[in-house]
């Protein structure tokens, strides 16, 4: 192979080559960033839903089965992974605090 050539074929390379791995790498960082997003997105929802769970108890007399309190603490171990902390974790505890009642029967 001549020498002009040689150097086309490895400028060629070269170019394909960088071009690959910038593509590789702006996926891999939008990828990332989306998954951050969805993180805290998710996060927020298991925050809304403990809080919801937490309203609902209080307005029925503040007592929560042992159902109740297991999904609250399913809840809170999810949003615990994520991240959070803090107001969710005071809210799972007034929960799992409540007195025990007996599950209400469903109509």
């Known amino acids: 192979m001549n020498p002009i050539a040689q150097q086309l ?3 060629a390379a070269t170019g394909i080559i960088g ?6 790498i702006a996926w891999c960082r939008s990828r990332i ?5 969805m993180d805290v997105g998710v996060r927020v929802l298991l925050l809304c839903e403990l809080e919801r769970q937490q309203r609902e108890l209080v ?15 399913t809840v809170y171990d999810a949003y615990h992974q994520l991240g959070g902390n ?3 974790t005071q809210v799972n505890n007034d929960i799992q605090n409540m ?3 007996p599950k209400k029967p469903q109509v």
């Open 9 to 11: 074929t490895v400028w």
């Open 19 to 24: 071009a690959i791995a910038g593509y590789a």
């Open 33 to 37: 960033k989306r998954d951050g997003a």
């Open 59 to 73: 307005a029925g007399g503040a007592t929560a089965d042992n159902e109740t309190k297991a999904r609250a603490q």
């Open 86 to 88: 803090g107001h969710g």
């Open 99 to 101: 007195p025990i009642a």
